[in-house]
Every structure is written in structure tokens, then in C-alpha cells.
């Protein structure tokens, strides 16, 4: 006799999505801009979060671990409040939004492309989904990576 085993499967590896290089502008003052790289990382283990590497050419880089709601509402309205924001700019010629990072050490203004982070942050909620990146979270290692804080790297 053969026996349905379909309920003892191995749940399917979550997908891969590769990091997302983006160049950015820093914003030094109204008139100053900063062309600088930042790398975008989604990790299937903690979904509702993306960790943004801002790529420094000298010293140290900067990591900040990002709720990727507050990304993908950010692409189209005001999102976020107190450390990190992200709003939006007026329509021009290449769409693209504000994001703005503060700690006590450090406040920086970027503008960033808006298209290639939609697409990619789209691929990451096919990888999974927002009903679903709560689901078998380790709370433990969830709150110690948050706890590294911005500019601490926890590699």
C-alpha cells in the first residue's frame, strides 16, 4: 500500500532575491549633492526587515535595518516617523524619493531612485509576502539584530 506523504514534505526554501546595488544622492545642503552607493538587502529569516548598507569611498559604511513596509509606502506617500522617513519627490523628469536617517551621531538626506527599489522590493514580497513575514519569526534574533542599531555591523 502506498501512503499520502504530501503533509511530511519539506517546506520549499524561500526564494533568493540578490542585493540591490542603488546609487543614491546625499543631500550636504540644498545645493550640494553626494553621489554615493548603497546596497539593499532582503534575508528570507526576517522579511519585514531590509537592511540598507550605505557604501562609504573612505571609513566606515553605515547599516541601517529598514521596515520594508516603510520602503514600499514610501515610494508613493509620507512614511515612517522619528529616526527614519521616506516621502515621494515632486514629479519630474525620473521619479524618486527622499529618505532621511537620524541618530544622535548622524542625519542624512538621500534621494533615491524610485523604479528599481519598487521592482525589487515587489520581488521580495513574492519571495514573501506581507501576510506572511511574521510567520515563524525567531522574536530572540529578530530583536538582537535590531538591537546592533544603525552604523553597528553585526557580520
Same mark, same amino acid.
Given at each position: ?12 526554501? +524561500? ?6 546595488? !542603488? ?5 550636504? $545642503?540644498? /545645493? ?37 513596509? !516603510?520602503?514600499? #509606502? #514610501?515610494?508613493?506617500?509620507?512614511? #515612517? ?9 515632486? *514629479?519630474?523628469?525620473? *521619479? ?16 533615491? +531612485?524610485?523604479? +528599481?527599489?519598487?521592482?525589487?522590493? $515587489? ?16 522574536? $530572540?534574533? /529578530?530583536?538582537?539584530?535590531?538591537? $546592533? #542599531? *544603525? ?5
Amino acid at each position: 500500500m502506498h501512503r499520502d506523504q504530501s503533509r511530511l514534505r519539506a517546506r520549499s526554501a +524561500p526564494e533568493q532575491v540578490p542585493s540591490l546595488f !542603488l546609487d543614491l544622492d546625499q543631500m550636504l $545642503d540644498e /545645493f550640494t549633492r553626494l553621489p554615493i552607493r548603497a546596497e539593499f538587502r532582503f534575508d528570507p529569516d526576517m522579511p519585514a526587515v531590509i537592511t540598507v548598507e550605505i557604501l562609504a569611498e573612505r571609513g566606515p559604511s553605515l547599516i541601517w535595518r529598514i521596515g520594508r513596509e !516603510l520602503l514600499h #509606502g #514610501g515610494l508613493t506617500s509620507m512614511s #515612517g516617523s522619528c529616526d527614519v522617513r521616506m516621502w515621494p519627490t515632486l *514629479p519630474g523628469e525620473r *521619479p524618486s524619493s527622499w529618505l532621511l536617517l537620524e541618530s544622535q551621531e548622524v542625519e542624512a538626506l538621500f534621494e533615491l +531612485p524610485t523604479t +528599481p527599489l519598487a521592482e525589487w522590493l $515587489d520581488a521580495t514580497y513574492r519571495a514573501t509576502s506581507a501576510a506572511t513575514e511574521m510567520d515563524g519569526l525567531n522574536w $530572540d534574533a /529578530f530583536l538582537l539584530e535590531l538591537l $546592533d #542599531g *544603525p552604523g553597528m555591523r553585526s557580520e
